[in-house]
C-alpha cells in the first residue's frame, strides 16, 4: 500500500510543475448563456469575421436560431449567405489545400474550440493581438506565440504595438518582458466596446460547443427536485414499514 501511495505521488509531481510553471494570465470572460442579446451579436460577428475562413461544421443554421431567439427569416436575412439553406451547417467555401498554401496549416473548425481552449483563453487571445513587421500576417499574439493567424478584428480593436519592460533574470542579465500594449492606429470601438464584442462572441462560441447545455442545466433542476421528493416519500414508507419491527 506504502508503495502505491509513494508511486501516485511521484506521477503528481510532474503535473504540479506545469501548474506552477509560468503559465499564461487569462482574463474573465465572464460569460452568459442567457443573455440572447449577447448571443446574437456574437453569432452576427462571427459569421462576419470568422465563417470567411473558420467552419462550424457541427452547427445548424436553423438549430441557431432556434436557440438563440431568432427567426429562420432573421437567419437568412441576417447570418446567412444567399447560397445556403436554412437546415444547412456553417460550412465554408475555401478548398482545403487552398487554405493551407496561404496559411500554412489545416484551419481548425471552431464548432467546440470553446471545450478544447476555454473561454477565458479565447477571450484573452482576441484581445492580445500586437504588431510584429516580422511575421507573414504582420502581428503576432501574446497568448498564442507565432500565431498563423491574422488579426481579423483590426478594424474593430485598432493596431497595437506591444510595451516592453526591462528586468534582471537569473542570471543577472537584462531581460524584456510584455507589460502591456498601446494603440498606434485607433479602431473603430473604444477599448471597452470591444472588449464586450469580444466577449458576445466568445459567448456565441461556448453556445456552439455544447448547445443543449442550458436545457441540460433545467433538466437536472427537475430531476433533482425529483429526486428530494422522492427521497420524502421513501423515508415515510421506510417509517411505516418498519415501526412495528423492533
Not at 425529483?226 to 414499514?241: D, H, P, R, T
Request: hydrophobic share 45%; glycine share 6%; with cysteine.
Amino acid at each position: 500500500m506504502k508503495k502505491i501511495i509513494i508511486a501516485l505521488l511521484m506521477t503528481l509531481v510532474p503535473a504540479l510543475g506545469l501548474a506552477a510553471g509560468g503559465g499564461i494570465h487569462l482574463d474573465k470572460a465572464d460569460v452568459d448563456l442567457h443573455n440572447q442579446a449577447s448571443l446574437q451579436n456574437g453569432a452576427r460577428l462571427f459569421v462576419n469575421y470568422c465563417l470567411s475562413c473558420h467552419s462550424a461544421a457541427y452547427m445548424r443554421y436553423n438549430r441557431m436560431g432556434k436557440d438563440i431567439g431568432l427567426t429562420d427569416e432573421q437567419v437568412k436575412d441576417n447570418l446567412m449567405f444567399a447560397s445556403d439553406k436554412i437546415g444547412e451547417t456553417m460550412t465554408i467555401a475555401m478548398p482545403e489545400n487552398d487554405a493551407k498554401k496561404w496559411f500554412g496549416t489545416k484551419i481548425p473548425d471552431l464548432t467546440v474550440i470553446a471545450r478544447a481552449r476555454s473561454a477565458d483563453w479565447l477571450y484573452t487571445y482576441l484581445r492580445t493581438f500586437y504588431l510584429y513587421a516580422s511575421r507573414p500576417w504582420g502581428v503576432n499574439n501574446s497568448t498564442f506565440k507565432d500565431v498563423g493567424m491574422p488579426h481579423v478584428l483590426w478594424e474593430l480593436e485598432g493596431l497595437k504595438q506591444p510595451v516592453f519592460e526591462t528586468y534582471k533574470d537569473h542570471d543577472g542579465n537584462d531581460a524584456k518582458r510584455l507589460v502591456g500594449f498601446e494603440i498606434v492606429q485607433p479602431g473603430k470601438m473604444t477599448a471597452t466596446e470591444y472588449d464586450n464584442a469580444v466577449r458576445d462572441l466568445v459567448n456565441f462560441m461556448v453556445y456552439m460547443g455544447e448547445p443543449a447545455k442550458l436545457s441540460r442545466y433545467n433538466i437536472g433542476v427537475w430531476v433533482l427536485l425529483f429526486l428530494a421528493l422522492l427521497f420524502v416519500v421513501s423515508y415515510a414508507m421506510k417509517k411505516e414499514f418498519w415501526k412495528d419491527v423492533h
